[in-house]
């Protein structure tokens, strides 16, 4: 079994845009674009915080997970997209659902991580 | 903003314990073992898929998030322990965490990464 495992940390995100504090919005954002991407939700949970009004929001995936995390006081978001790769190929819908949600935020500068998980040649 | 992600990547996990298959078993134990890691649950979801009857997990912390997956027919589960360290650093607890729910699948080989994540330096 091979994973995938994206992550990018995202700075210089405008803290009055409604996906930084408004879960509901979040949730429909990242429920449209897991679709769009051609991975399929299995259930979803958005949890807005007390002020300064970050929101943590994770879908789960039938390819495994999407979570989100943000923090308007900062102007940051973090986020991950992993899939596993069982029937097929899952990357470069995983790429696409990151792209979408990156640009969705419209960061001044993100830090990308990449990770190959349950590499049997590790 | 600094935060700590990690992962592990189990094989050889008995696939007939109940952690691999129970989502609610699942649950109970890791809504445990976040509490005695020092951690704080704002809302958890756990999945269970049809036969071979995997299951995947969702915490959602304070500190940011534990991610759990478990595939029985492979004898395989991933975990995924990412905390921020805003207030304080919480590398301890999260390692201390993701020890427990590795120890309790009692797998023949596991596979770690760490990554260092929004990090004003990278």
């Known amino acids: 079994m091979l994973g995938l495992h994206l992550t990018a940390d995202l700075r210089g995100c405008p803290a009055q845009a409604p996906l930084m504090t408004d879960a509901d919005a979040l949730r429909r954002f990242c429920l449209r674009a897991v679709a769009d991407a051609g991975l399929q939700a299995v259930g979803e949970l958005f949890h807005p915080f007390p002020a300064p009004g970050g929101v943590t929001g994770m879908v789960l995936l039938a390819e495994s997970h ?57």
Chains 1, 2 share one sequence.
């Not at 923090?71 to 899952?90: F, S």
């Open 66 to 122: 999407l979570a989100v995390h943000t923090w308007p006081e900062l102007g940051a978001v973090t986020l991950d997209v992993y899939v596993c790769n069982r029937g097929a190929d899952n990357g470069a819908r995983a790429a696409a659902l990151l792209a979408t949600l990156e640009a969705a935020f419209t960061p001044a500068v993100v830090e990308h991580h990449r990770v190959r998980r349950g590499d049997p040649a590790a």
